[in-house]
């Protein structure tokens, strides 16, 4: 079963644009990390934030992390169609030895040029 | 190119057929994940090797898959008698995993399945 739902399923904007997704996960974490994947092909590693940050940066991206809401959300500021792709968020859940990631069903990003 | 390496990336396949998957990690990561993924879904975690050994199975594995890791390097994926439930993204992550670090996973390309 999955953990984490992203928010919006799907999401177009103007290239320029902020795009924000949002995650909310289910049980307790150990860190929170953000993927990207173009059509049909493998994922590619964004941010990993930790259970004891609340915010990081990483070029145009911001991810937050709201443990007592069980949340993150990402931001990507000044878009560009290069951004297009499916964002996927992966929480490592607080159980000892697990160590598979748990993915939400992602966020569809379309930028318009 | 020194990333994770999957093998083939497409494979078309009648139902019944076994079908086998390779993954090369990362060279000197310990840690070897496999995954599948559904059109629209999320990754799903199979299995993951440590070095050689096998030390976590989904419930979606079957006992129609096998995965092994002999060496503690490459990794195959197979698949016996399959079916058209089994049409999928199957993808592949390695890790440097040591005590007390985070190991962020690093993905192959994948290789579609298509069951006919």
């Known amino acids: 079963s999955q953990q984490g739902e992203e928010d919006p399923q799907a999401l177009s904007i103007q290239e320029g644009e902020n795009a924000t997704m949002n995650c909310s996960y289910k049980t307790s974490i150990n860190n929170l990390q953000w993927y990207r994947q173009n059509s049909g092909r493998g994922l590619v590693h964004l941010i990993l934030i930790r259970s004891n940050e609340r915010e990081k940066h990483s070029g145009r991206l911001r991810v937050t992390l709201d443990t007592s809401k069980k949340s993150s959300s990402l931001l990507i500021t000044a878009s560009r169609a290069a951004d297009t792709a499916s964002y996927f968020c992966?929480?490592?859940?607080?159980?000892?030895?697990?160590?598979?990631?748990?993915f939400g069903q992602g966020t569809r990003l379309t930028i318009n040029p | 190119d020194t990333g994770v390496s999957q093998d083939p990336r497409h494979k078309i396949t009648k139902r019944g057929q076994n079908v086998t998957f390779r993954c090369d990690p990362i060279?000197?990561?310990?840690?070897l994940y496999w995954y599948r993924q559904t059109l629209g879904q999320g990754p799903e975690f199979l299995t993951y090797?440590?070095?050689?050994?096998?030390?976590?199975k989904s419930r979606l594995l079957s006992d129609r898959f096998s995965a092994e890791r002999p060496k503690g390097s490459f990794s195959t994926l197979e698949i016996q008698r399959t079916e058209q439930g089994d049409s999928a993204m199957y993808l592949c992550?390695?890790?440097?995993?040591?005590?007390?670090?985070?190991?962020?996973?690093?993905f192959g390309p994948g290789t579609r399945l298509t069951v006919l």
């Open positions: 060279s000197e990561h310990n840690r």
């Open positions: 992550a390695s890790s440097l995993w040591r005590a007390s670090f985070v190991d962020t996973q690093y």
């Open positions: 992966a929480t490592d859940a607080r159980i000892q030895g697990a160590q598979k990631l748990v």
């Open positions: 090797f440590q070095n050689e050994a096998q030390l976590e």
